[in-house]
Nanobody
């Protein structure tokens, strides 16, 4: 059974940085993908970044390209989301999710079968 635990959220000023972590226990990395999603108050959930461990695919939402970086440390069963140059519009609850038995990654949240509990990121302007 896969379990995901997201952490690292907090309060940061605009222009600052945060690194989120997603501890993925029970995940078979080579046949899985991890996605980061976020949901701001009053808005729908949106995809932020994803990584497909089988083919090495990495993708970012246009709104975060050049500012966010997704990476992983398989030895620690952890996927990171480094967020730089944060803006007030990045304020949201951030979730990591896993998609099993996949070669690549995508931004269709219905493909992700396990979700972490979310971590709140608040960017003050």
């Amino acid at each position: 059974e896969v379990q995901l635990q997201a952490s690292g959220g907090g309060l940061v000023q605009a222009g600052g940085s945060l690194r989120l972590s997603c501890l993925a226990s029970g995940l078979r990395f080579d046949e899985s993908a991890i996605g980061w999603f976020r949901q701001a108050p009053g808005k729908e959930r949106e995809a932020v970044a994803c990584v497909g461990f089988n083919d090495g695919t990495i993708d970012y939402a246009d709104s975060v390209k050049g500012r966010f970086t997704i990476s992983s440390d398989k030895a620690k069963n952890t996927v990171y989301l480094q967020m730089n140059s944060l803006k007030s519009e990045d304020t949201a609850v951030y979730y990591c999710a896993s998609e099993s038995l996949t070669v690549s990654c995508d931004f269709d949240d219905y493909n992700y079968d396990t979700w972490g509990q979310g971590t709140l990121v608040t960017v003050s302007s």
